[in-house]
């Protein structure tokens, strides 16, 4: 059993993956500082005694207790959400985003070095931009507009990137990274203003759905416990430093047949509205997984009719 950081484990995806580590005997530290995390994720975790919360930076040096033998770190702390309307958006916190996935990722490499550990980094399918090509495959470079409003979160991903393999090549640190795809479940933040738990929220109120665009953009979206078991097998698995690999799940929706799905499933009155698209919102996301299926043995169990489900229950409670 290893001793595991979990930096940005009170968020969403964060608090899914200490769950699932304490489960499988490990003790975890999860490092946050509740940005736009949720206290609330952290209550079921704290009665578990192999579970330590420290309230932290990652862009400030880490306080660990002073004996302590870190065997590995998930770095996921970050703001994660695009929507300029909510106030835990990367829109609205961009210097804390380009800060926490550069001077935060730089510290828990070189924290990772100290402990000749292992660290994963959690970067995006937005280091692909508004892609030229789909299904998209690590190999392609991407198409990023490198100033405009999203650049806060696309460039500080790409150089946590560029900054994680650096740390690969010239001190030998085992670090992985893995490209998240759109990831939904129980636990989304109800304010962060991403597109599924926004939907189901409207919908549950019998509020307008408010599609931006025509809603012919598309997205893929992955459950956030098959998204958990491959960001393990990522960092646990032996041989694997230096690589980067898509996580998602390649079931690609138009956001206008999601809102419809969302509305019948939550047998919602609502009325679906359109609005202008946001600035350099991709039209197309699609992740292209035969390399986590070759590295990892993974591949996303859970469909999409069957993970709303889970999530509209989650958001009626
Ligand atoms: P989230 O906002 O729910 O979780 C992020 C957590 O990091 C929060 O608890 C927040 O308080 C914490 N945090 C932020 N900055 C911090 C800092 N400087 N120091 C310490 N803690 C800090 O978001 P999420 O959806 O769970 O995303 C987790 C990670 O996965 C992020 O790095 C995000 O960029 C990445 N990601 C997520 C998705 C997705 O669809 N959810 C897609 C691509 C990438
Ligand atoms: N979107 C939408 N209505 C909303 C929130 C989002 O139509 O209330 C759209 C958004 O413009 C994008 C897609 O849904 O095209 C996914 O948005 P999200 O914020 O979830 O994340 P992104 O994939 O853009 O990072």
New binding site residues.
């Given amino acids: 059993m290893q001793k595991v950081l979990v ?2 484990g ?5 608090s899914h993956l200490c769950e699932s580590l304490l489960q499988k005997g490990h003790t975890v530290y999860c ?7 949720n206290p609330k994720n952290l209550e079921e975790l704290q009665k578990n005694p192999s579970f330590h919360f420290i309230e ?4 400030q040096p880490v306080k660990l207790p002073q004996s302590l033998h870190i065997d590995a770190i998930f770095h ?5 959400s695009p929507n300029k309307n909510s106030s835990r958006s990367y829109m609205n916190l961009p210097l ?1 985003t380009m800060l ?1 996935n550069s001077e ?1 990722t730089y510290r828990l490499l070189e924290l990772t070095k100290a402990h000749s550990a292992r660290m994963l980094y ?1 970067s ?2 937005e280091v692909y931009g508004d892609p030229l090509l789909s299904p998209q495959k690590e190999t392609y470079w991407g198409n990023v507009n490198p100033n405009g409003p999203r650049s806060v979160y696309d460039e500080a991903k790409r150089f946590g990137e560029a900054i994680s393999m650096l740390y690969v090549r010239k001190f030998s640190v085992d670090v992985r990274v893995a490209r ?4 939904y479940g129980p636990r989304m ?1 109800p304010d ?1 203003g991403r597109v599924v738990s926004n939907f189901i929220n409207q919908a549950l109120r019998n509020e307008k759905i408010t599609i931006y665009g025509d809603g012919n953009q598309t997205r893929s979206f992955c459950f956030v416990t098959d998204m958990v078991n491959a960001l393990e097998s990522l960092l646990f698995l032996d041989n694997l430093s230096g690589k980067v690999v898509n996580l998602g799940n390649p079931d690609e929706r138009k956001i206008s047949e999601l809102a419809t799905m969302i509305k019948e499933m939550t047998g919602s009155s609502s009325e679906i509205t359109y609005s202008e698209l946001p600035q350099d919102d991709p039209k197309n996301r699609k992740p292209d997984i035969s390399l986590a299926k070759e590295l990892l043995s993974w591949e996303p169990t859970v469909d999409l009719e069957h993970g709303l489900k889970q999530t509209i229950e989650f958001f009626k409670n």
């Fill in positions: 930096a940005g009170a968020g969403f995806i964060g490092l946050d500082n509740i940005c736009t995390g932290g930076d990652v862009t996921l702390a970050s703001p994660a804390e926490a935060g959690a995006s399918s998240i795809f759109n990831t933040h962060d």
